[in-house]
């Protein structure tokens, strides 16, 4: 079993966690839709993150709908005092297995009372108000959305908030009405447009989530991330969670799988040391997907 290096920690809102922790969307069924072919395996991924030091966990009740969240509950209930599980609010999934927006009042509460029901918890740790759609932020106000989100953070139903497909300018409009503790944009090493708003949040404290750190349903492709694999004896995956965790001290990575296998590759990608040429090189991604 691998470890992670538990010396890697950040500071969420009052609550501290290891910069590599699990993202469980992959638990539920093809598309994130259903249940899972083997829920006895998903329960084994689970626990043996957590078993090998991972102490934040990334779900939401619109995953399955409401499957991956039973199915933490059933692998990990009681959960240990360490565990921060992070989910997140303002989608729902159409019978088709689409993807729609779900920012109401009503909406909202729901989803909290979901996600607290099915995690069996009485009070949420994090909830991030998802806004924009999965490639990116939308403009306007998000200020009716996050305010029902205050509401129920007063009424005890949710520890901390934070906000996912955001830009700085509604973050800067967020603040004004909650604290906020984390941001879960989309990022990467080829997909960079947040690297000026990674190092705001780093300045002000604020943890960084990057949703997709391995590209999503199409892994990513690199020549200069395959040769620098090749160099380190690791694989392309790994070599990218290492880059993400050594671009800024606020980031806080949750790949996900539903492999055990793969499980164990990501974890190891903590304690996978990157030399500056190879850095310099996988910067350069970055660049170049920039000017394409």
């Known amino acids: 079993m691998t470890s992670i290096d538990a010396a890697g920690d950040f500071r969420l809102g009052d609550r501290t966690v290891r910069r590599l922790g ?9 598309g994130v839709f259903g249940p899972p072919k083997d829920r006895d395996a998903a329960h084994a991924v689970l626990r043996e993150a957590v078993a090998s030091g991972v102490n934040h ?3 939401s009740d619109f995953y399955g709908p409401h499957v991956t969240n039973q199915i933490i509950r059933e692998a990990l209930h009681p959960y240990p005092d360490d565990l921060t599980i992070v989910t997140k609010v303002g989608a729902t999934r159409g ?12 909406d909202l509460r729901s989803a909290v009372h979901d996600n607290l029901r099915n995690l069996s918890v009485d009070a949420l740790d994090v909830v991030n108000l998802r806004v924009g759609g999965l490639q990116g932020p939308s403009s306007g106000s998000i200020a009716g959305p996050l305010t029902t989100l205050a509401e129920l953070q007063r009424q005890g139903l949710i520890r901390q908030i934070g906000l996912s497909n955001v ?17 879960q944009n989309y990022y990467n090493v080829a997909h960079r447009a947040d690297d000026a708003f990674i190092d705001e949040l ?22 200069a991330l395959s040769q620098a694999a090749v ?16 671009r800024s001290p606020n980031i806080l990575l949750i790949p996900g799988t539903s492999s055990l296998d793969h499980l164990r590759e990501n974890l190891a990608a903590a304690n996978l040391a990157l030399p500056g040429d190879i850095v310099a090189r996988l910067d350069d991604i970055g660049v170049q997907s920039r000017s394409a």
């Not at 699990?22 to 093809?30: C, H, N, R, S, T």
């Not at 830009?167 to 941001?183: D, K, M, P």
């Not at 392309?236 to 880059?243: D, G, H, K």
């Open 22 to 30: 699990y993202g469980a969307m992959q638990l539920a069924g093809p």
């Open 231 to 246: 160099a380190l004896g690791a694989t392309p995956m790994q070599v990218a969670l290492a880059w993400l965790l050594r």
């Open 95 to 106: 019978a088709d297995a689409s993807w729609n927006s779900a920012l109401g009042p009503d």
């Open 202 to 223: 780093n300045g002000q404290g604020i943890a960084f989530v990057p949703f997709f750190p391995l590209g999503g349903f199409a892994p990513l492709q690199s020549a």
């Open 57 to 59: 966990i990334d779900t």
């Open 167 to 183: 830009t700085s300018t509604q973050l800067a409009e967020a603040r004004a009405i909650a604290e906020i503790v984390c941001i």
